[in-house]
């Protein structure tokens, strides 16, 4: 069974920073490319940032360029997603997801971990 459990959410001033992880289990964590997706209040759910297996390939949504940073850990079965400059409209339910690009908002998802940005 697929195990997918997000941490590291919590409240943060804008320009702060966070650093989000997901602890996978339940499959084989290294032949999958990963993602990191989200859902802000009243909203559908947003693809953030995927990387790709071996972690050589990662993409950001144009919202995130620059100051979000996705990251893996394969010995560890661990995805990380650094988040710098964070902004209100950041705020939202952080899920890691299996697959890679814009299709990983229909991937199975973990509880997700919310980020709330706010002064």
């Known amino acids: 069974e697929v195990q997918l459990i997000e941490s590291g959410g919590g409240l943060v001033q804008p320009g702060g920073s966070l650093r989000l992880s997901c602890a996978a289990s339940?499959?084989?964590?290294?032949?999958?490319?990963m993602s990191w997706v989200r859902q802000a209040p009243g909203k559908g759910i947003e693809w953030v940032s995927s990387?790709?297996?071996?972690?050589?390939?990662?993409i950001y949504d144009t919202s995130v360029r620059d100051r979000f940073f996705i990251s893996r850990d394969d010995a560890r079965n661990t995805l990380y997603l650094q988040m710098t400059s964070l902004n209100e409209e950041d705020t939202a339910v952080y899920y890691c997801?299996?697959?890679?690009?814009?299709?990983?908002?229909?991937?199975?998802r973990g509880q997700g971990t919310q980020v709330t940005v706010s002064s």
């Open positions: 339940g499959f084989t964590f290294s032949s999958y490319g």
């Open positions: 990387i790709n297996i071996g972690g050589k390939i990662t």
């Open positions: 997801s299996q697959g890679y690009g814009a299709l990983a908002v229909s991937g199975s």
